[in-house]
């Protein structure tokens, strides 16, 4: 069977395509960037997962109460749990049914 391929044309065999490598630098950028500012990204998702709240006397009970300025973030809180901890299994219940032949 003849190829319709001409020897010596196109990239040659194992190299690399133009956009893979800019993907390949883009990613390592990211990851760079990352690493450099890990410290203040983790602080942040912590921040974030809290909410920003400030605390105040309650006149009526005398309690120490917070007062959300900015609701926690639960998906943020959620991320970083399943990071850290690894994600939750889910319990599925299993039902048995049985068959039963019967005779007429």
């Known amino acids: 069977m003849e190829t319709t391929k001409k020897k010596g044309?196109?990239?040659?065999?194992?190299?690399?395509a133009k956009h893979t490598i800019k993907?390949?630098?883009?990613?390592?950028y990211v990851i760079d960037r990352v690493v450099t500012e890990l410290e203040d990204i983790t602080t942040a998702q912590i921040e974030a997962s809290?909410?920003?709240y400030v605390e105040q006397l309650d006149k009526?009970?005398?309690?120490?109460?917070?007062?959300?300025?900015?609701?926690p973030d639960l998906?943020?809180?959620?991320y970083l749990l399943n990071q850290g901890i690894g994600?939750?299994?889910?319990?599925?219940?299993?039902?048995?049914v049985k068959k039963l032949s019967i005779d007429f």
Do not use: H, M, W
């Open 60 to 71: 009526k009970t005398g309690e120490v109460i917070r007062v959300y300025r900015e609701k």
């Open 23 to 28: 993907a390949e630098e883009a990613r390592r």
């Open 87 to 96: 994600k939750a299994k889910e319990n599925v219940e299993i039902a048995q």
């Open 75 to 78: 998906k943020a809180g959620e």
């Open 50 to 52: 809290k909410g920003l």
């Open 9 to 16: 044309r196109g990239r040659p065999k194992g190299s690399k």
